[in-house]
């Protein structure tokens, strides 16, 4: 883990507000600026724009695997949230996957279907629990499914997780 530039206390998921510095240093430095260069290059966005990039901003929610992480102080389970993603395999990666079946290898084109999906599955998992207005999402669990068999077949990628709020650092 780092540590922050002012003050050397070790970054965490929860002290952490910029890849440099803490809350408490990061506050002191924002109090601190010169309001007339902020002016000079903050940029003039409409109420719209600013809408939007907080809800994206709030849509990168944490996200683990376990029910608990020692940086993360949970102050609210908001429900559970899940998302669904089904990809069509077509017809040639279904042949050069079979190829890969009986050569052995790795199938490329298959492997960055199920990124992409699992990609696409995450995103949208997030989005269901910024909509809750949680922080973060824990006992995420990514389930693969063949649906299919014969002459076609599709990957349903099915993601779950518990949204929730995260206890704030006390202010120091």
Same mark, same amino acid.
């Given at each position: 883990m780092a540590n922050c530039v002012d003050c050397g206390t070790k970054l965490t998921l929860l002290n952490k507000s910029t890849a440099e510095r803490c809350y408490p240093c990061a506050k002191v430095e924002f109090e601190n600026r010169d309001p007339n260069r902020v002016a000079a290059i903050k940029p003039q966005i409409s109420e719209e724009e600013a809408i939007e990039k907080e809800r994206k901003a709030s849509i990168e929610a944490i996200m683990?695997?376990? !029910? &608990?992480?020692?940086d993360i102080g949970i102050s609210a389970r908001l429900g559970i949230v899940t998302a669904e993603c089904a990809y069509g395999m077509n017809v040639f990666k279904d042949v050069f996957a079979g190829i890969r079946?009986?050569?052995g290898g790795r199938s490329k084109a298959i492997q960055q279907t199920m990124r992409d999906a699992? !990609? &696409?599955?995450?995103?949208?998992?997030?989005?269901?629990?910024?909509?809750?207005?949680?922080?973060?999402?824990?006992?995420v669990d990514l389930d693969y499914v063949q649906i299919g068999d014969g002459g076609w077949s599709m990957v349903m990628l099915v993601a779950s997780g518990t949204a929730v709020k995260i206890e704030k650092p006390a202010a120091a």
């Open positions: 683990v695997t376990t !029910e &608990t992480h020692p079946n009986i050569v699992r !990609e &696409t599955v995450l995103y949208e998992l997030k989005q269901e629990a910024s909509l809750l207005g949680a922080d973060a999402v824990v006992a």
